[in-house]
C-alpha cells in the first residue's frame, strides 16, 4: 500500500491544504469524487483518505454522512481548516488587470464583496484548484481563479490579493480515514464518532440521550438523516467527548444500545486544536 493519502479536487484545493496540516508527511493523492477518494483506501492505492465532513458557513457536506458508513473505513483523526480565499492569476499582470475570476460555485459568494468592490465579475467552476490548474496550464490573461494560496503555489500562479473572503469565521472540518480503527488513547482530548438507529418506542430518542447528559458526556453533534428512502427509518450520526474506556462515555453508551436497534462507533480520534480556535 502507497503512502498516499486520497482527497477529493486538485493539487492546491482546501482538501490538499487539510492533507499538508494533518499528515505533512504523506503524499497528497487527488480525485475526482468522494466515491474515488474512498475507494482509493479501500483499494489499496492509498493509506487514508481525507474527506470534508462540515463547514461553519454552509454546515454539513452533502452524501458524507451516507458515505461514511459504507465506506468500510474508521475515523483516526480531524483536520480543521480556515478557508483562506486568495485571487491567484499569471505572472506579470497587475490586479486591475483582471475582470473576470472562476471558482466553485460555494466560493464565489463568500468573496462577493472584495469583487464588486473591484468591478470584477465572476463565473463558476467544477473545482477552484482545477480552474487555476486551467489558467496556468492554458497561459491565460485578464482572468484569475479564487482559491488557497497552495494552488498558485502548484501551478506556478501569482498571488494578487490575500485573504479577501467576507466572513474571518468560514472553517472547513476534515476526517481523517484508514482501513483499520485505531482505538488507542492518543491524547487527551479524544473524540468518538458513532452512528445509530432508535427502537420504535416512545421517546425513544429522548431517552436515549439522557444517558449522556446524566453521565457528564458532551456532545459536540448529533444529525439525523433517512436511510433506505424510507421516511420512517432515521439513522442519527453523533461525536462526543471522550473515550469509549472512560467510565461516564461507557456508561452513556450502555444506555444508548438499551433504545437502540443498531449502534456502530466510526471512528476513536483525538480532538483537533483548530475545534477550539475556530468557536
Excluded: W
Excluded at 483562506?84 to 483582471?98: H, V, Y
Excluded at 462577493?112 to 468591478?119: A, G, I, P, S, Y
Excluded at 484569475?144 to 467576507?166: K, P, Q
Amino acid at each position: 500500500m502507497a503512502d498516499l493519502i486520497a482527497f477529493q479536487g486538485e493539487l492546491g484545493a482546501y482538501g490538499h491544504e487539510a492533507c499538508r496540516k494533518a499528515v505533512p508527511d504523506m503524499e497528497p493523492l487527488p480525485c475526482r469524487t468522494f466515491e474515488d477518494t474512498i475507494e482509493a483506501v479501500t483499494s489499496g492505492r492509498a493509506a487514508k483518505a481525507m474527506v470534508p465532513v462540515e463547514n461553519t458557513t454552509y454546515g454539513r457536506v452533502a452524501d458524507i454522512h451516507r458515505l461514511l458508513p459504507q465506506s468500510g473505513l474508521h475515523i483516526v483523526g480531524e483536520a480543521f481548516v480556515r478557508v483562506r480565499i486568495s485571487l491567484m492569476a499569471m505572472p506579470g499582470q497587475n490586479l486591475a488587470d483582471i475582470k473576470h475570476v472562476r471558482a466553485h460555485l460555494v466560493l464565489l459568494p463568500q468573496a462577493r464583496k472584495f469583487l464588486d468592490t473591484q468591478n470584477i465579475t465572476s463565473e463558476a467552476a467544477a473545482d477552484s484548484a482545477g480552474a487555476a490548474a486551467e489558467i496556468a496550464a492554458n497561459k491565460t490573461m485578464g482572468i484569475g481563479a479564487l482559491a488557497s494560496e497552495i494552488a498558485a503555489e502548484i501551478h506556478g500562479l501569482n498571488v494578487l490579493a490575500r485573504d479577501i473572503e467576507d466572513h474571518g469565521h468560514n472553517t472547513t472540518r476534515f476526517l481523517v480515514m484508514a482501513p483499520k480503527a485505531d482505538m488507542t488513547r492518543r491524547a487527551d482530548n479524544m473524540l468518538t464518532t458513532f452512528i445509530f438507529q432508535v427502537r420504535n418506542i416512545p421517546a425513544a430518542l429522548y431517552k436515549a440521550m439522557g444517558g449522556f447528559a446524566t453521565n457528564g458526556v458532551n456532545m459536540t453533534k448529533l444529525e439525523s438523516y433517512m436511510v433506505g428512502g424510507a421516511f420512517t427509518a432515521t439513522q442519527f450520526y453523533a461525536d462526543i467527548e471522550g473515550h469509549p474506556d472512560d467510565p461516564g462515555v461507557a456508561r452513556a453508551l450502555e444506555e444508548l444500545d438499551y433504545f437502540t436497534n443498531k449502534i456502530e462507533i466510526l471512528g476513536v480520534y483525538p480532538s483537533d486544536p483548530g475545534r477550539h480556535e475556530t468557536t
